[in-house]
């Protein structure tokens, strides 16, 4: 009962829960190839969070290949090199490349790749024989995207629908250019590409790694805000929905560790590098580093303040519909500051944490005011019964 009466710390509480969700999340697999200076690294860079290819820890696998990992981050990338070598060297490669691959398709190895990411320099025009042999065969043990890089103008089309005709058993070809690339001071490309190559690999990938991959991904925040908002009504309304025993506002606390362990999920379905003092800001403007008795008072508070009705039943118990309401504005509210703060990391931004917290309030109160609209929202998710909302009538 201790863990109820607020002397308990609730921003290790959401750390560790987030930590440990993430932790249980299977890692999508990928391996680069391509040559010195296509653009791997660059690419790594974009389309994944927390600039993998210089802030993770690289591994040699073998003398050609890189294995890139970092904590939090659920995704295993294979850099290889050497493609450019002379005739001996390249071998060497495709050997160890075959033979990579060949280990993570055994038993319980946890080490299976599932998707190769083939970089051609959309300006080279052409592809060497040893490299067209070399896709043909990787396709036979895994699914195989082409991506031409920095490309650039007609010809780097051109080239996609050259390579598109030569009807490799690959799964697509995606120009693509990943970083803004300034030809003059008044010239520059911006990116595009990139969410193409995100949607293909959507498609491509096993249903079981979908998760990691919205994880792990930077390109589509939006992606990653619908899955967490689809969970979360699901979670709010098999939590609160018929079953529920109404508490007395008294006890408001008792449903604070539910909401974090919904906040925490909602964190590891979106990936966003979270350190302490982010969710003590997050944390702060819902009441919630006083612990969770101060949480659960404050929340009651701001909802009975705001949310029309409310207040003729002070004194009253917190309904099924009630604390649906509540917690619905919680996760639309956090979903939408992960938002804001996933889209200023991809453009190596970050927030200051004053405006964290203001940005928290806000969203939760307009979140709350607008709950009619939104409870009419949750109304059509299946499952649910019109009933939990009499409350309103
Ligand atoms: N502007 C811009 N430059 C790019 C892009 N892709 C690659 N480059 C440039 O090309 C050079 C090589 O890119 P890398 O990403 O290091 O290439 P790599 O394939 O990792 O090369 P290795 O690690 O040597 O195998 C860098 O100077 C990049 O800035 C891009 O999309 N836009
Ligand atoms: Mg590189």
């Not at 070399?134 to 920095?150: A, M, R, Y």
């Not at 560790?257 to 350190?275: E, K, N, R, V, Y």
Request: hydrophobic share 40%; aromatic share 8%.
């Amino acid at each position: 009962m201790k863990n109820m009466v607020g002397n308990f710390n609730i921003i290790d509480d959401i750390m560790h829960k987030t930590e440990n969700e993430i932790k249980n999340i299977k890692p999508i697999s990928i391996i680069l190839i391509g040559k010195t200076g296509v653009g791997k690294s660059t690419l790594i860079n974009r389309i994944f969070r927390e600039n993998l290819a210089e802030t993770g820890i690289g591994r040699p696998v073998t003398k050609h290949l890189r294995r890139i990992t970092k904590d939090g981050v659920p995704i295993v990338l294979y850099d290889t090199k050497g493609l450019e070598l002379n005739n001996e060297a390249q071998k060497e490669v495709l050997k160890e490349i075959f033979e990579t691959i060949s280990e993570g398709k055994k038993n319980q190895s946890n080490k299976e790749i599932h998707l190769v990411y083939y970089c051609i320099n959309a300006n080279s025009s052409r592809i060497e024989p040893l490299e067209l042999e070399l896709i043909e065969k990787l396709s036979t043990k895994i699914p195989v995207v082409v991506i031409l890089t920095q490309s650039i103008g007609d010809q780097s089309k051109e080239f996609g629908q050259y390579i598109k005709n030569l009807n490799l058993p690959i799964y697509g070809v995606v120009n693509v250019m990943a970083q803004e690339f300034i030809i003059s001071n008044d010239l520059t490309i911006q990116p595009f590409g990139l969410k193409e190559l995100i949607e293909m690999s959507f498609q491509i990938i096993p249903d079981e790694q979908k998760r990691a991959f919205n994880n792990a991904q930077q390109v589509d925040i939006e992606r990653k805000a619908k899955s967490a908002r689809s969970w979360a009504f699901k979670y709010i309304a098999s939590s609160f929905g018929v079953g529920f025993m109404p508490i007395p506002f008294s006890d408001a606390s008792i449903l604070v560790p539910m909401q974090l362990t919904l906040l925490a999920h909602i964190t590891a379905i979106f990936g966003i590098s979270m350190d302490k003092a982010t969710i003590t800001s997050m944390l702060a403007a819902i009441g919630g580093t006083g612990g969770a008795t101060y949480a659960g008072r404050y929340i009651v508070s701001t909802i009975i303040k705001l949310v029309p009705g409310v207040g003729t039943i002070i004194g009253g118990v917190i309904s099924g519909a009630t604390a649906s309401i509540m917690t619905t504005a919680l996760a639309l509210s956090y979903i939408e500051v992960l938002t804001v703060i996933a889209k200023s990391e991809k453009d190596g931004k970050y927030p200051d944490l004053k405006n964290i917290e203001k940005l928290m309030k806000e969203k939760f109160e307009n979140r709350l005011k607008n709950s009619k609209k939104t409870s009419n929202d949750a109304e059509e998710i299946p499952g649910e019964k019109k009933s939990k909302w009499q409350f309103w009538k």
